[in-house]
RNA sequence: GCCCGGGUGGUGAAAUGGUAGACACGAGGGACUUAAAAUCCCUUGGUCCGUAAGGGCUGUGCGGGUUCAAGUCCCGCCCCGGGCACCA
C-alpha cells in the first residue's frame, strides 16, 4: 500500500479530536513541563509558513516530553486585540469582534491542519472579556501600588498612605520611594497629609502608583489618532500602518517600569536566554554608574546638574553644553545674547532627534554668554549649546571633557575652545583619550590616580563640598499605557472631580461599549467617548485602552487555568504549573513584551500571586522564515533647465514641479507611470555615468537626454525642451510574487490587471521581457510574498511540512522560504512507511535484529534523544533519513527495530507514526508510548579506521583495534609497507596518535 | 559609532581543535518500464596529471598567528543580517 497522507492526516486529526488526545489535565501526581509559543495576533492574511517554525520546534519538545513522561502544558491562544483589526472596522464599519472571530477560526483551521498538539480546551484569547476582566484586574492592582526601593518590591498603596499619615514625606524620600520622579513633590508633614483635602492627597500618590497618570512627552500619530509607545515606532512612523508621529506632551497613563530596572537586569542572569536578548534588555535598560555634578550658575540661582560616568576626568571641563530643550537654556542667556541663542534653539529643536544623532560629523552649538563655577577649582566655566546633547537623556546637559570625549573634542576644536589632558600619553592634539585604564593627569588632588581610584575620589570629593553625588542612571522610560483606539482593553478607571479612582472589583469586567464609529471624537477624543452613558455612577470613564501589550504580559499564567472566574489563576494551579520551562517566539519581542512580561511577573510575584518572579526560564528564538519578493522599478525623471527658457509641449503624460530653477518631471498620476526592466536599468546606469556614452545610444530613440527628452515608450512623442541635463533617479515598487514566471521575468498583462493604476502603465524592457528583482525580505502580506502552508499540506502533508521546516537549519536562523529540497523529506516518508511494507503488504516480522540493525537503531536513538534536547532538529532529521537508508539497505523489517524508531519519529511526524503504530497493533496512541532509551551496548565498535595524515594531511586509512593503545598504534603504523614507502627511509620527527581519532606523522 | 549574530559546494546545510562538505535538493549518467510516474544504482568543491586504476595541488570571507593538527582558538581587517543610539 502506497503512503497517502491525506488519507492519514485527515483520519487521525479527527481521531485525536473524538479522543481528546492532547487535553491536559492538572495533574499533580506527573512531573509538570511548560512548553509556551507566543501566540499570535489572528491577521486577516492567515497563517503563513514563517508562524509554524517556532510552533513545530515546541511542538515537538512538547511531544518528547510526554513521552519522557512529564505532564505537558502546550496552549494555544490568540492575541487578538490590535489596530489592524480596528482599522478594517474604521474601513469597512465591521466590528473587529466579527474579523477578529473570523480570522481566529481561519488561524485555527490551518494549526489543526499542521497537526500540533495544543490543548484548544485552554485557548485564550486577550480580547475576551473572561480575559480581559483579569488584565483590568491586574490593572488595578497596579494602580493600588507602590513601589518600596528600600525593601525593593511592590506593595500594598495603603500602607504608604498609612506611612505618609504617620510620618508624613520629605524630599529626600524621593529616589527610595517613586524611583522616577517626573516633577519636583513638595514636603509635607503627617498632619498636614491628614488635613490635605482628597484631591491634593490623590495628586500626591499620583508619583507612587505604579500605573499612575501624568504629563508625558508621547509619540502622537494624529493620522491614527493614537499615541504609540516607543517600541512602536519605526523610522518616525507607526509600525502599524506607516503613519507620521509627533512628540506631543498629553496626560498619559504611564506603567512605572523604572522602578523595576535594576531587578529586570539582575534577573537576567539566572535566565537561560540567548546572550543576544539578554544584552538587548541590558542596553535598552541602559544602567550607568556615574555621579550627579551641580555646576552653581555665575549669575543668579541654581545649579546645572550634569550626569557623568567619568567624574574623574573633571579637571577637564573646559565647558559645559546644554540641550536645546533644556529648561535652563532661556534663563541663564543674558538679554544681549538672547537673539542669537534663541534663534539657534529653535532651528536646533526643530531638527529631529534621529537627524541630531545620525550627523555625528556636522557640529554646531551656540554660547549663551553665561558662565557656571567649576566645584573643584572654582574657575568660571563658559556655558554653550549644543544640539549633540539630547534632551531626553540624562539631565540634558553635559559637562565637556574634551580631552577625555570625543564629542566634546569635536566641538571644542569646532569653536576653538580650550582642551585640556586628562590622561597621561594622550595626544590631545589629535583626538580625545577615552581609555579607562589610563592615569589621570590633570592638575589637583585626582593626578596620578588610575581611573577607577580617580572616580570614587572625586564622588567623594564631590560629596563633601555638597556639589554632587555617586549616581547610578537608566536609560530606561516608564511605559506610555494609555491608547487613543477603539480595539483594546478599557482602562478600569472612573473620574471624580477629575481625580482617577480604580473601579471596584465587581464591576469587572468592564466590557468595551458599542460605538457609532470606531473613530477619534470630532474633538479629538478617544471612540470610547463615543459610547452613550460611558460612566459608572454619574462619573465618566476613562476613554483610553490598554495598549497591544497588556494582555500578553500575562497570558501565560491564564493558560494554566483558563475557566476560573474567581481569580486569574487558582494558587495551586500556578503553584503546579510554575514559570514557563521553555518559551518559543521571535527575537523581533527582545525590548518590547518581553521586557513587559517580566515586569508584571515582578510585580505579581512582590505581591505575593506567584511564587516565582521571572516567567520563562529557557527561551529560544526562531529565526524569520524570510519571502523573497519582487521590486520592479519606476522611472522618474527631472531635468533641471534655466528659470524663464522653459518649453514644456504636451505634458499631459508627465507631471512637471518647478522648483527654485529645476523642473521636476514625476511621471505619476494622472499621467501613466514608467517602468523600467531591471537589467535595462542597470545597463543605463552602467552608461550613464560614463560620460562618453550618451544616454540616446542604449534607451533606443526612446528616452534622449541633453536638451531634448522624447518618450515614445508614451504612445506618443512628447517634446520637452530643457536647458540643462536630464536626471533620472529610480523608485522601487513592490508586486506579487504571482505575477512573476520563472525567477525575474514579469508577467504584464497579469501585473495590469493586478492593479488599476498598472493597466495604463509604460513598461521599458527589451525582447527578453520585462524583469524585475528578487529581494529577501520579511514575510509580509504588504510585501506580497506570503507563501501560505495550505498548499505544501495539500500537496506533500502536515508531516512532510513539519520535517522540512525543521530539516531547513539550525531553529535560530532566518532564512528564506525555498520550496526546492521538500521532496527530499518526502521521499523520506515514503521510505519509512516501506519499511513496514513487502510488496504492497504490510509486514513486520519478529525475528530478532542483527548486530548491524541494532546498531542503526541505537545510534538513531542517541543522536535524536540528544538533538531534541540540543534543540538541533535539522540534524536529528537527517540521522532519520539515514536510519532508513541504511535499514532499507539490510532489508530490514523487524518489528524490534521499526517499533522504537516509530516513536522517536512521532515528535516530529505524529500522523504517520500513529497510522504505523496502530498498524504494529496497539490500540492507545503513540503518543503515550514510551520513549525508547538508547543502549551504548549496540554501539560499541571493535576497530577504528585511524586516518593516517602526514603533516596534518590525511593519506591513508588504517584499521586497528579500538583496545590498542597509542604506542602499538603507532609501531604498527611505522611497520606498514604505505607509511615506509612515504617516509621514503627517514625517520619521523614526531608521530602523535590520539586513541580512537588519528594519526599524525610528522616528517 | 557601539553591541549581538553570521560568512563553508550550484542550493539548504553538517562537523567535542583531529579524515571539511554528513544529510538533502539540484545536476549528470545508468537500471526497470511500451511510456510516464514511482523506485533503485553510480558520479557530483575546484583544478591538474593519467587511457585507466589511481595520484598531485588547492579549498570553509581576507591577512597574520598559536598548534603535531585550525571551519573551530588568538590578533587585525572586509562584507551581510539584527539590535541600540552618542547616558557624555
Known amino acids: 500500500m502506497q503512503y497517502d497522507h491525506s488519507d492519514i492526516e485527515t483520519r487521525w486529526r479527527e481521531e485525536w479530536r473524538k479522543r481528546s488526545t492532547y487535553r491536559v489535565e492538572n495533574d499533580t501526581t506527573k512531573p509538570k513541563y511548560y512548553v509556551l509559543?507566543?501566540?499570535?495576533?489572528?491577521?486577516?492574511?492567515?497563517?503563513?509558513?514563517?508562524?509554524?517554525?517556532?510552533?513545530?520546534?515546541?511542538?515537538?519538545?512538547?511531544?518528547?516530553?510526554?513521552?519522557?513522561?512529564?505532564?505537558?502544558?502546550?496552549?494555544?491562544?490568540?492575541?487578538?486585540?490590535?489596530?489592524?483589526?480596528?482599522?478594517?472596522?474604521?474601513?469597512?464599519?465591521?466590528?473587529?469582534?466579527?474579523?477578529?472571530?473570523?480570522?481566529?477560526?481561519?488561524?485555527?483551521?490551518?494549526?489543526?491542519?499542521?497537526?500540533?498538539?495544543?490543548?484548544?480546551d485552554r485557548e485564550v484569547r486577550t480580547s475576551d472579556p473572561s480575559f480581559y476582566k483579569w488584565t483590568q484586574w491586574i490593572f488595578i492592582q497596579l494602580f493600588e501600588s507602590w513601589y518600596d526601593h528600600e525593601a525593593q518590591r511592590a506593595r500594598p498603596i495603603t500602607e504608604l498612605i498609612a506611612r505618609f499619615g504617620e510620618q508624613g514625606w520629605h524630599p529626600t524620600d524621593a529616589c527610595a520611594l517613586t524611583g522616577d520622579v517626573e516633577e519636583e513633590l513638595g514636603a509635607f508633614t503627617a498632619s498636614e497629609w491628614n488635613t490635605f483635602d482628597e484631591r491634593t492627597n490623590q495628586r500626591i500618590l499620583q508619583h507612587f502608583r505604579l500605573?499612575?497618570?501624568?504629563?508625558?512627552?508621547?509619540?502622537?500619530?494624529?493620522?491614527?489618532?493614537?499615541?504609540?509607545?516607543?517600541?512602536e515606532v519605526k523610522d518616525g512612523v507607526s509600525e502599524r500602518g506607516g503613519h507620521p508621529v509627533e512628540r506631543k506632551r498629553m496626560p498619559q497613563w504611564s506603567m512605572r517600569i523604572t522602578a523595576y530596572a535594576q531587578r529586570l537586569i539582575d534577573g537576567l542572569d539566572t535566565l537561560d536566554w540567548s546572550d543576544s536578548i539578554k544584552e538587548a534588555q541590558r542596553n535598552w535598560i541602559g544602567r550607568s554608574e556615574g555621579a550627579l555634578v551641580k555646576f552653581k550658575l555665575k549669575a543668579g540661582e541654581g545649579n546645572i546638574e550634569v550626569f557623568t560616568t567619568r567624574p574623574d576626568t573633571l579637571f577637564g571641563v573646559t565647558f559645559v553644553t546644554l540641550a536645546p530643550e533644556h529648561e535652563l537654556v532661556e534663563s541663564v542667556t543674558p538679554t544681549e545674547r538672547r537673539e542669537e541663542v534663541m534663534a539657534y534653539v529653535t532651528t536646533a529643536k526643530n531638527r529631529s532627534e534621529r537627524d541630531r544623532m545620525a550627523d555625528v560629523k556636522k557640529v554646531s552649538g551656540v554660547f549663551t554668554g553665561a558662565y557656571c563655577i567649576h566645584p573643584f577649582t572654582g574657575k568660571e566655566v563658559p556655558v554653550w549649546v549644543g544640539d549633540y546633547v539630547l534632551g531626553g537623556y540624562g539631565t540634558g546637559a553635559v559637562m565637556a571633557v574634551p580631552g577625555g570625549d570625543q564629542r566634546d573634542w569635536n566641538f571644542a576644536t569646532h569653536f576653538g575652545l580650550p582642551i585640556i589632558a586628562v590622561t597621561e600619553g594622550a595626544d590631545i592634539s589629535k583626538e580625545a583619550d577615552e581609555r579607562k585604564d589610563a592615569i589621570i593627569c590633570s592638575e589637583g588632588f585626582l593626578q596620578g590616580l588610575a581611573v577607577p581610584e580617580a572616580i570614587t575620589r572625586a564622588i567623594d570629593e564631590l560629596v563633601k563640598l555638597g556639589a554632587g553625588e555617586r549616581r547610578i542612571n537608566y536609560r530606561l522610560r516608564d511605559a506610555a499605557f494609555g491608547r487613543q483606539r477603539y480595539w483594546g482593553e478599557p482602562i478600569p478607571i472612573y473620574y471624580k472631580d477629575g481625580v482617577p479612582y480604580a473601579l471596584p472589583e465587581s464591576e469587572l469586567p468592564l466590557k468595551l461599549p458599542e460605538v457609532d464609529k470606531f473613530l477619534p471624537t470630532e474633538d479629538g477624543e478617544p471612540p470610547l467617548a463615543r459610547a452613550a452613558n460611558w460612566s459608572y455612577q454619574g462619573h465618566p470613564l476613562e476613554t483610553t485602552t490598554m495598549p497591544g501589550w497588556a494582555g500578553s504580559s500575562w497570558y501565560f499564567l491564564r493558560y494554566m487555568d483558563p475557566q476560573n472566574e474567581g481569580r486569574f489563576a487558582s494558587p495551586e494551579a500556578i503553584d503546579y504549573w510554575q514559570q514557563i520551562d521553555l518559551y518559543v517566539g521571535g527575537s523581533e519581542h527582545a525590548t518590547g513584551h518581553l521586557l513587559y512580561f517580566r515586569f508584571w511577573t515582578k510585580f505579581l510575584h512582590d505581591r505575593g500571586y506567584i511564587n516565582f518572579d521571572e516567567p520563562a526560564k529557557k527561551l529560544v528564538n526562531q529565526g524569520m522564515i524570510q519571502g523573497r519578493s519582487a521590486h520592479i522599478q519606476r522611472l522618474n525623471l527631472s531635468a533641471t533647465i534655466n528659470a524663464g527658457s522653459t518649453v514644456l509641449d504636451n505634458t499631459e503624460s508627465f507631471v512637471g514641479f518647478q522648483k527654485g530653477d529645476a523642473v521636476a518631471l514625476y511621471n505619476h498620476a494622472p499621467g501613466p507611470k514608467l517602468f523600467i526592466s531591471t537589467e535595462l536599468l542597470n545597463e543605463w546606469k552602467r552608461v550613464h555615468s560614463d560620460p562618453s556614452h550618451p544616454v540616446e545610444r542604449f534607451m533606443n530613440g526612446k528616452l534622449v537626454s541633453h536638451g531634448k527628452l522624447v518618450s515614445q515608450a508614451m504612445g506618443e512623442e512628447i517634446t520637452i525642451h530643457v536647458g540643462g541635463d536630464v536626471e533620472h533617479w529610480t523608485t522601487s515598487t513592490i508586486i506579487p510574487t504571482d505575477c512573476i514566471e520563472g525567477e525575474t521575468l514579469v508577467n504584464l498583462d497579469m501585473l495590469r490587471q493586478w492593479r488599476d493604476d498598472f493597466a495604463d502603465s509604460q513598461f521599458i524592457h527589451k525582447d527578453s521581457g520585462f524583469h524585475a528583482s528578487r529581494e529577501v525580505d520579511k514575510m509580509s502580506k504588504s510585501k506580497w510574498n506570503v507563501v501560505n502552508p495550505d498548499d505544501i499540506i495539500s500537496k506533500y502533508g502536515a508531516d512532510t511540512l513539519r520535517l522540512y521546516e525543521m530539516f531547513l537549519g539550525p531553529i535560530e536562523q532566518s532564512k528564506p522560504w525555498d520550496t526546492n529540497g521538500i521532496e527530499g523529506t518526502f521521499r523520506f516518508l515514503r521510505k519509512f512507511w516501506n519499511l513496514f511494507y513487502e510488496s504492497d503488504v504490510f509486514s513486520v516480522s519478529d525475528e530478532a535484529p542483527t548486530k548491524a540493525e541494532f546498531k542503526v537503531l541505537h545510534a538513531t536513538l542517541k543522536k535524536v534523544t540528544e538533538d531534541i534536547e540540543k534543540m538541533s532538529f535539522n540534524t536529528s532529521v537527517s540521522q532519520f533519513m539515514i536510519a532508513v537508508n541504511e535499514l532499507g539497505a539490510l532489508k530490514c523489517h523487524k518489528r524490534d527495530v521499526l517499533e522504537p524508531l516509530t516513536i522517536a519519529l512521532a515528535p516530529f511526524a505524529p500522523h504517520i507514526a500513529e497510522e504505523l503504530w496502530q498498524k504494529l497493533g496497539h490500540t492507545t496512541s503513540v503518543t503515550t508510548a514510551i520513549w525508547p532509551k538508547w543502549d551504548a551496548q549496540h554501539l560499541v565498535e571493535d576497530n577504528f579506521s585511524y586516518p593516517i595524515s602526514f603533516n596534518g594531511k590525511t593519506r591513508l586509512q588504517l584499521e586497528f583495534p579500538i583496545a590498542l593503545d597509542a604506542k602499538s598504534v603507532e609501531a604498527a603504523v611505522l611497520a606498514n609497507p604505505e607509511v615506509q614507502q612515504r617516509l621514503e627511509g627517514k625517520a619521523p620527527k614526531k608521530v602523535i596518535v590520539v586513541p580512537k581519532r588519528i594519526v599524525n606523522i610528522v616528517v
Open 37 to 120: 509559543d507566543m501566540f499570535p495576533y489572528p491577521s486577516g492574511a492567515g497563517l503563513h509558513v514563517g508562524h509554524p517554525l517556532g510552533y513545530i520546534a515546541s511542538d515537538i519538545v512538547a511531544r518528547f516530553k510526554r513521552h519522557q513522561g512529564f505532564n505537558v502544558l502546550h496552549p494555544m491562544g490568540y492575541d487578538s486585540f490590535g489596530l489592524p483589526a480596528e482599522q478594517y472596522a474604521i474601513q469597512t464599519g465591521q466590528h473587529p469582534a466579527k474579523t477578529t472571530e473570523e480570522n481566529a477560526a481561519r488561524y485555527r483551521q490551518q494549526l489543526d491542519a499542521i497537526g500540533f498538539s495544543f490543548d484548544w
Open 211 to 231: 500605573a499612575y497618570l501624568s504629563e508625558a512627552w508621547v509619540n502622537w500619530c494624529p493620522a491614527l489618532g493614537t499615541v504609540l509607545a516607543n517600541d
